[in-house]
């Protein structure tokens, strides 16, 4: 089973930047996809940033242009750079990796494993 484990979360005001880090561990690394997922409380959870083995990436609206998501495949880590940071983007911030193909960008029933969680707070 792959362990996922995030880090990077913290409190930052409105107009900062802050960087999610993703450090994937045990099985084979020949994952599909990883993604960027994220809720607040009384939310659903949505996805923020995915890429796939081919290195394509996919963003939801509401973050183009200020988040960029990358990986390490020698360092088997995952990134997610936060730029311009709003209090609507405060949440839990998940990293969730799929070995399936075809499935959507952002469904969370298409990806088997998830970290834990890191909390990234913006204040206004």
């Known amino acids: 089973q792959v362990q996922l484990v995030e880090s990077g979360g913290g409190s930052v005001q409105a107009g900062g930047s802050l960087r999610l880090s993703c450090a994937a561990s045990?099985?084979?690394?020949?994952?599909?996809?990883m993604a960027w997922f994220r809720q607040a409380p009384g939310k659903e959870r949505e996805g923020v940033a995915a890429i796939d083995s081919d290195g394509s990436t996919n963003y939801a609206d509401s973050v183009k242009g200020r988040f960029t998501i990358s990986q390490d495949d020698a360092k088997n880590t995952l990134y997610l750079q936060m730029n311009s940071l709003k209090p609507e983007d405060t949440a839990m911030y998940y990293c969730?990796?799929?070995?399936?193909?075809?499935?959507?960008?952002?469904?969370?029933?298409?990806?088997?494993?998830w970290g834990q969680g890191t909390q990234v707070t913006v204040s206004s």
């Open positions: 969730a990796a799929s070995f399936l193909y075809g499935g959507s960008w952002f469904d969370p029933a298409d990806f088997g494993y």
């Open positions: 045990g099985s084979t690394y020949s994952r599909y996809c």
